[in-house]
């Protein structure tokens, strides 16, 4: 089933308004959703948006807190997302990380007190795409085992690069495990087996069986212990910079909200022309496309390229829905 992007858009924001979000932040959070699910991540739009809306009515999300400048370091601010949406405080603090860097070449906002972002990319591209390079990641409950470990005691801890390439922006938006949640749960749903070990079952064997994984909460870090230790890291620097809470303090609620985020962009036209930035990323593009692909018909694609293809084909045919959760919202 298919449904077009304006449509999408349209019954989230009708949803979002019916909830107490004004005009202009139901416009915004509506088409951060609608946009997730038209580069092919649904699972952080429109299979998200329900459990968002839970949120809200449960009061975890107050559809109206923004977020709020708590300190200032120069080209550092700390501030206070209030609980509220998390899309909405990320988009914001993007754009006053941006709005740093023209000013000192680098601005970093540590974000605490905020909700789940949904897809971390968004931002990235949102940087991007204003000429921006951008870091950032966000903490989350614990929902992974630390290497060597049994229980979950690491967040998944997404993190998000991006560069400036015109309208082709190379972002990179990753789970520091093997595949996010949100995945993992979409693959059960649908009955379909991961396409490489994803976690562990319950008899401590590696697995693509998402259902077997998501049972014995024992998802495989990125790189085993690299992706452990890079989470570890994620989280406390995510901490120290926004003042916020830890994964461990995080998963002492009884859900995940009140997550620490940080941004960090960088005005890299300042060292240089923005010809001469879209220069030399196409120059690092160039030669992957030169690579020989494992699969004839295929090829190699730069972070973000498939995301593009996915939007152009979306755009064009309609986002693909799991019907279930099309008619959820529908009927909110």
């Not at 979409?186 to 069986?209: E, I, K, M, W």
């Not at 406390?236 to 809470?245: H, K, N, R, Y």
Request: glycine share 10%; aromatic share 8%; charged share 20%.
């Amino acid at each position: 089933m298919r449904v077009t992007f304006e449509e999408m858009k349209r019954e989230f924001e009708r949803v979002l308004r019916s909830r107490g979000f004004s005009d202009g932040r139901a416009v915004r959070c509506a088409a951060i959703f609608a946009e997730n699910s038209l580069v092919g991540v649904a699972s952080h739009g429109l299979n998200r948006f329900p459990g968002f809306i839970e949120f809200v009515e449960r009061g975890l999300v107050k559809p109206a807190a923004e977020a709020e400048l708590v300190s200032s370091f120069g080209a550092w601010e700390q501030w206070d997302g209030n609980l509220g949406p998390g899309p909405l405080n990320a988009y914001q603090c993007t754009e006053r990380a941006m709005t740093l860097a023209r000013q000192h070449g680098v601005g970093c906002v540590g974000l605490r007190n905020t909700n789940h972002w949904m897809r971390g990319g968004y931002f990235g591209w949102q940087a991007a795409q204003a000429g921006f390079a951008l870091i950032a990641w966000t903490n989350t409950k614990p929902n992974a085992p630390a290497w060597g470990g049994l229980d979950p005691r690491i967040g998944n801890n997404p993190l998000v690069l991006a560069v400036p390439n015109g309208a082709t922006p190379v972002v990179l938006d990753m789970a520091m495990t093997q595949f996010s949640i949100g995945r993992m749960e979409t693959a059960r749903r649908s009955g379909t087996t991961l396409p490489v070990p994803g976690g562990y079952d319950a008899a401590g064997n590696l697995s693509q069986d998402p259902a077997a994984i998501l049972e014995a909460n024992r998802a495989l870090p990125i790189g085993y212990w690299k992706g452990s230790g890079l989470a570890i890291l994620l989280d406390l620097v995510a901490v120290l910079v926004s003042g916020g809470l830890a994964t461990h303090e995080i998963g002492q609620r009884e859900t995940e909200y009140g997550v620490a985020q940080l941004f960090i962009a960088f005005d890299v036209t300042q060292a240089s022309s923005a010809a001469l930035v879209n220069q030399a990323v196409e120059g690092v593009i160039a030669d992957l496309r030169t690579a020989t692909p494992v699969t004839p018909d295929d090829a190699v694609l730069s972070p973000g390229e498939r995301a593009l293809r996915t939007r152009r084909e979306n755009m064009a045919h309609g986002i693909p829905v799991e019907p279930a959760i099309w008619q959820r919202v529908l009927a909110m």
